[in-house]
């Protein structure tokens, strides 16, 4: 099996795991972070996800890797369907098939690196320090807004961050390890690996509070691909076919793919307490996810 095909596959299990810990962390978060079998549930899958994502990044390019995390809404749309007894809808069908679409269209195009994805050391601490300046500033912004929705994207939008950088970190010290052994691996970015994921799953918890799964997991889901993606082509030179008349298909793929993923975030709402159990999964904008103890 290719790269690109070992890439593919353990995104895609990534990407699994990442749903199964994403409605484990809602679930935690509307029972105030209580419950050590919760707790254990939500990192085991997050740990599960972590690992798969990182073998990943050692067979493909950092935009098709992080692009089939957006895959962690397609899971978690039938997990949130089995959870609340509801169908899914036509609207949430179409939404998945413009997000497939936009992923076939970029893994279609994305080309095979041949060369290491190094990064010097100086340019991974600007790369590092300027990560924790922008996650400062929207984690801040985060802290003095007084809407629950908006508190909850700001939060989403510095997970994202956090994790979409730490994934360029890992990938370069990863290609570090493979390409000149165990001292080429910089303590320091290794540090920043650990702050950056541990700081990215915190914010996203505290993104799930008081807002549900349907935002947070959109905004995450949108960022972690963006902000990697762009770092990729900027940092390792990663490409895709047909130069720049690629890039733009890419661009348009991108905008397809995250309107699916917008439009599979509201399918993960729930409706009212009084809805029929056999309403189809096509939930309103902004319906809050039942409390986790009806269940």
């Not at 076919?241 to 690629?246: M, N, W």
Request: hydrophobic fraction near 55%; charge should be positive; include cysteine.
């Amino acid at each position: 099996m290719g790269s690109l095909a070992w890439a593919v596959a353990l995104s895609v299990l990534s990407a699994a795991s990442y749903a199964g810990a994403a409605v484990a962390q809602e679930r935690l978060a509307w029972n105030r972070h209580r419950g050590l079998g919760r707790w254990a549930v939500a990192l085991v899958l997050t740990a599960g996800g972590v690992s798969l994502h990182v073998l990943a990044l050692n067979f493909g390019t950092l935009a098709v890797v992080q692009a089939l995390g957006t895959l962690t809404l397609l899971f978690a749309l039938p997990i949130s369907a089995l959870r609340y007894r509801a169908r899914i809808g036509l609207p949430a069908w179409i939404d998945a098939a413009l997000t497939v679409a936009g992923l076939a269209l970029i893994l279609s195009l994305s080309v095979e690196s041949t060369e290491p994805a190094l990064l010097a050391e100086d340019a991974g601490r600007y790369v590092s320090f300027l990560t924790l300046a922008g996650v400062g500033v929207l984690t801040t912004a985060a802290a003095i807004t007084h809407s629950a929705r908006w508190r909850a994207m700001l939060l989403a939008t510095a997970a994202g961050v956090a994790f979409g950088i730490s994934s360029v970190l890992c990938k370069a010290l990863l290609t570090a390890f493979l390409e000149h052994g165990v001292r080429a691996v910089s303590v320091f970015l290794t540090g920043m690996v650990v702050l950056l994921s541990a700081g990215g799953y915190l914010l996203g918890q505290l993104s799930y509070r008081g807002a549900g799964l349907a935002t947070p997991l959109a905004t995450v889901s949108v960022a972690n691909p963006i902000v990697a993606a762009i770092a990729g082509i900027l940092l390792f030179d990663e490409s895709f076919r047909f130069g720049a008349a690629g890039r733009v298909v890419v661009a348009v793929a991108a905008v397809v793919m995250t309107l699916g993923v917008i439009g599979l975030s509201r399918r993960t709402a729930t409706p009212a307490a009084s809805a029929a159990p056999a309403e189809p999964l096509d939930f309103p904008h902004g319906n809050r996810l039942r409390e986790a103890s009806e269940y």
